[in-house]
């Protein structure tokens, strides 16, 4: 028979456009001005996508894990950015410009001082607010370099997100292989997930 599975939605069915993109941001970085530049593009066409395909604005855009950054390599700290100044600005505009919410992934630089740094999705509100920030939980393990995702530090917590459209949740990567991400997103109603 058939699987049949309750909503943990007490809302009626809705639309929700989001834009996603396919791209690998491995190779050499341009730089931080350059990346968010190619970025903000990328946020621009989903929008313009959008409003040719479904007749309104994005609710939505979902970049790809580390398109801030790229990949960490051996050294997370090293290629992490704080989210306030130059990234906040673009992304905050961004969301303004066009009316919808942001995940914004990076190796998020949590503290200087403490040496700590995660990889991180920081969803940004559809006026320019931080909305909440999602640690991905399961690092990959190096075994050659004995680090996990070059030294980052794992987050301890699943949350979800009340969006004007829903509930939202987010996983990163290696995090969807794991049954107690998945178990919270469940217990706090989310409603979709930004993988």
Known sequence: GEAKSKSPSNRPPRKV????????????HPGLSKRLEQL?????QMAVQARTKHGRGLDLAVLPETAITGEAGG????????FAGQ??????????EHGCYIVVPTYLLDSKEKKLCSNAAILVGR???????YRKKHLVVSLERGTMEGG???GDAVPVFDCDFGKLG????????????WTELARGGAELIAW
Do not use: H, N
């Open 87 to 96: 990234v906040q600005e673009v992304f905050a505009r961004k969301a303004r």
């Open 152 to 154: 980052a530090t794992p």
């Open 17 to 28: 456009v989001v834009g996603t993109v396919m791209q690998a941001f491995w190779g050499q």
């Open 40 to 44: 903000a593009e990328i946020v621009d």
């Open 127 to 133: 006026k320019g607010e931080v909305t909440g920030v």
């Open 170 to 181: 987010i996983q990163i990567c290696y995090d969807m292989e794991f049954d107690d991400g």
């Open 75 to 82: 050294d997370a700290l090293a290629c992490s950015v704080p």
